[in-house]
């Protein structure tokens, strides 16, 4: 701001200033790409590494109980021997479609590489993750993406109770 005088009078100011609206959209997509599988939109390793971090430090500090389960595409391969990538990254996208529809909001979905997911289920416990496993492995053998790709799925969990975050992973 800088004041306008004339003969020594002060007649108004002038205010010059940026508009940093752009360059903080800027900042936030540069956060979610760092952040988010370009192929999916889920999360990626890098942010599982945060949130995995977090969710340890959450139990050990309030005992917040997670599970975490472990997720692979059966016979993926196969869908892109024979039916070439772009048939094998639109059945990644539907199995990433097919998690975000069947997973709790509150929960997050990584994609973990190539076709391997890993899902952070907070406040749960090792029974509801296994019947969980059971409604989405029943779920997927239904949907069109299991006839249409001929892939399956194999989902493994486990409950963290404390042991050294390596050895749980």
């Known amino acids: 701001i800088t004041p306008i005088v004339e003969d020594d009078f002060l007649i108004g100011f002038i205010t010059i200033g940026k508009n940093y ?3 903080q959209e800027q900042n936030e997509q540069l956060k979610e790409d760092l952040s988010l599988d370009s192929l999916t939109k889920l999360l990626n390793k890098k942010a599982f590494e945060t949130k995995y971090k977090n969710a340890i ?7 917040d109980s997670f599970c975490m389960m ?3 595409l059966d016979n993926f391969k196969q869908v892109n021997d024979t039916m070439g990538h772009d048939a094998g990254d639109n059945a990644i996208k539907e199995s990433a479609r097919f998690l975000r529809e069947n997973i709790r909001k509150s929960d997050d979905i ?14 749960t416990k090792q029974e509801d993750a296994s019947i969980l496993c059971q409604k989405l492995e029943d779920l997927f053998l239904k949907s069109p993406m299991a006839s249409n790709y001929k892939i399956g799925i194999s989902i493994g969990y486990k409950e963290y109770k404390g042991e050294d975050a390596e050895l749980f992973f």
């Open 70 to 72: 472990f997720i692979d």
């Open 57 to 63: 430090e959450g139990y050990l500090k309030h005992k």
């Open 110 to 123: 990584f994609r973990f590489g190539g076709d391997e997911f890993i899902v952070l289920l907070y406040a």
């Open 21 to 23: 609206d752009l360059e």
